[in-house]
């Protein structure tokens, strides 16, 4: 069935280090894909989307690209920050939304 | 602010007891799903409305119910609760196009504490 697999936490990365979460989805259709984020004690936020292949999603530096030959959907940005500190989760709107586990990114000064 | 409400931010309760969260969605958006999310089990998806119809269910315990009103506010009810029903409670809304679910908007949690 339709499902998404994300990349075990916790990061810990210095700050301005480059970030890559990884994910990967299977699904029987063609679904969006999103990322979001939730700073503590928050709900969830969508940071970016991307609706078909090839299609990038970007927002507040985060960028992912919808790649349908690896099935993948890795979340990357070039320089974090300490507000960047919050848990990752990667999804898919099949005919429901599928969550990954979340990743926890902490950045420290 | 993502315009999905939820209340009571906090509830502190004892086993045994039963409690109401409730959930007003966006503007707009008839969908309404509810999520648990505990440390040790992530996010996981609890039930669906659809302009007031169950429309998917997932890991819900038979202790739990729903319901999506005409105004399309939902309420979630917890009965015989146990310590480990201790969580988060999320509230998500979405808008459907053409019968394709575009992203959700999430509330702010109840964040229920059972002692």
């Known amino acids: 069935g339709d499902s998404v697999t994300q990349m075990e936490g916790p990061v810990t990365l210095s700050e301005e280090a480059f970030l890559t979460i990884n994910c990967t989805y299977t699904?029987?259709?063609?679904?969006?894909l999103f990322w979001y984020v939730q700073y503590p004690g928050e709900g969830l936020q969508l940071l970016l989307k991307a609706t078909k292949a090839d299609d990038k999603g970007s927002n507040k530096g985060f960028e992912a690209t919808y790649r349908k030959e690896t099935t993948s959907f890795h979340l990357e940005k070039g320089s974090v920050q300490v507000s960047d500190s919050a848990v990752y989760f990667c999804a898919q709107n099949g005919n429901q939304f599928y969550f990954g586990t979340g990743t926890s990114l902490t950045v420290i000064p | 602010d993502s315009g999905v409400t939820q209340t009571p931010k906090h509830l502190i309760t004892a086993t045994g007891q039963r409690v109401t969260l409730r959930c007003s969605p966006r503007s707009g958006d008839l969908s309404v799903y509810w999520y648990q999310q505990s440390l040790d089990q992530g996010l996981q998806f609890l039930i669906q409305y659809y302009n007031g119809e169950e429309r998917a269910k997932g890991n819900i315990l038979e202790r739990f119910s729903a319901q999506q009103f005409p105004d399309l506010h939902s309420e979630l009810n917890l009965s015989s609760l146990e310590l480990g029903d201790s969580a988060l409670y999320f509230c998500?809304?979405?808008?459907?196009?053409?019968?394709?679910?575009?992203?959700?908007?999430f509330g702010p949690g109840t964040r229920l504490t059972v002692t």
């Open positions: 699904a029987t259709g063609y679904p969006s």
């Open positions: 998500a809304s979405s808008v459907e196009y053409d019968k394709i679910l575009l992203w959700q908007y």
